[in-house]
């Protein structure tokens, strides 16, 4: 984020007047020393622009319909319902990604906000080159979620104890690929679900690059965020892997138990 003037405009935001090519972020935070520290950051990037800011919910509607911006960071504590400004502020505006940012780590918010439509969520404590990173790759179209949130979503794949709202996807997926989709979204590796479903690795790359081009997907992480936004699956059990045939029984028989271990 390069250095660049900002002009102050009734306290409400800040834009600036070089921004061209750049990723172009509004921040919406109540405290000043956090939006002042962003800016410091930005002095040290080329491929990014602070052109707004706000500290209120109204300040923050008037920026994003104020500045073009790709992405709003926006604290989760300047509302009392998160989740639902989240929705609020995405129908405000069809461009502008959103940030989340929580003050400290929460599960059941992180979940309902990705639900929501929240692309990325970070916390307060978060590191200048973490935050960094998450900005570059959420412009770039990919979801952020830090190593335990990630942990969070495969849990409540696991234990399907958690309900999303809205409605199911209307993608259809056949049998074989719904197996493989669970077996993904319980944390097994293409090879641990080659050996369950009785196929080759080959085959399962090949099917997940089927689901991925249905649903719209790049990887396993946006797989796993899609099923839990979509309930793409449910409860399937994949089948137990049938008798190895080529003479290697000890190795297949040991990698079976390995994979069972994992579902």
Request: charged share 25%; proline share 4%; aromatic share 4%.
């Amino acid at each position: 984020m390069a250095s660049t003037p900002l002009s102050v405009e009734q306290n409400e935001v800040l834009q600036s007047d070089d921004s061209q090519g750049a990723i172009r972020i509004i921040v919406a935070d109540s405290q000043a020393i956090f939006r002042a520290g962003l800016r410091k950051i930005s002095a040290l990037e080329d491929d990014i622009r602070v052109v707004g800011q706000a500290e209120t919910v109204a300040q923050t509607i008037t920026a994003i319909q104020k500045f073009e911006a790709d992405i709003l960071i926006f604290e989760a504590a300047l509302t009392t319902s998160p989740a639902d400004a989240v929705s609020d502020l995405l129908r405000q505006t069809v461009k502008c990604r959103l940030v989340v940012v929580l003050q400290e780590p929460d599960q059941e918010m992180t979940l309902e906000l990705f639900r929501r439509g929240a692309h990325g969520i970070v916390c307060r404590e978060v590191e200048p080159e973490t935050l960094v990173d998450c900005l570059r790759k959420v412009s770039a179209g990919e979801p952020w979620l830090e190593s335990r949130a990630i942990a969070w979503v495969l849990d409540a794949f696991r234990t399907q104890g958690l309900r999303p709202t809205g409605s199911r996807s209307k993608v259809q997926l056949t049998p074989k690929e719904s197996l493989i989709v669970s077996c993904v979204t319980q944390g097994m590796k293409n090879k641990e679900i080659a050996l369950r479903v009785g196929t080759t690795e080959q085959v399962v790359k090949n099917y997940l690059r089927k689901v991925y081009d249905k649903l719209g997907v790049a990887d396993r992480l946006e797989l796993a965020l899609y099923c839990l936004n979509h309930r793409v699956v449910h409860n399937e059990v994949a089948p137990k892997p049938a008798e190895p045939t080529n003479g290697n029984a000890p190795e297949a028989a040991n990698a079976a138990a390995a994979s069972g271990s994992h579902s």
